[in-house]
């Protein structure tokens, strides 16, 4: 099984940066994405950004431009650079890992969150 911690996440003014990084550990599958979630009280998770194994990446047209998303493959870890934060961009911010191939093909990970609170 893998686990995938958030870390990263705390209080920042508007306009501030933050970065959000994802650390997996245990028996790592092979990965189809890695992404990064986010959630607010009352809403279901929506897609802030994810990247394909290959570069590829996508991402939510509310943070094109602010955010960037990037991966360590060597290291298991994933990253959220999030530039002139708003406040709507507050939420608890949750990292998956999908998997390609293998018995949880298709499977998402996900982990436990981190809260970010973006102030003006």
């Known amino acids: 099984q893998v686990q995938l911690v958030e870390s990263g996440g705390g209080l920042a003014q508007a306009g501030e940066p933050l970065r959000l990084s994802c650390a997996a550990s245990?028996?790592?599958?092979?990965?189809?994405?890695m992404g990064w979630y986010r959630q607010t009280p009352g809403k279901q998770r929506e897609l802030v950004a994810n990247i394909v194994t290959g570069g590829l990446t996508n991402y939510a047209d509310s943070v094109k431009g602010r955010f960037t998303i990037s991966r360590d493959s060597a290291k298991n870890m994933a990253y959220l650079q999030m530039n002139g934060l708003k406040p709507e961009d507050t939420a608890v911010y949750y990292c998956d890992l999908r998997v390609l191939a293998g018995r949880n093909s298709g499977d998402d990970y996900w982990g436990q969150g981190t809260q970010v609170t973006v102030s003006s």
């Open positions: 245990g028996s790592v599958p092979s990965i189809f994405a």
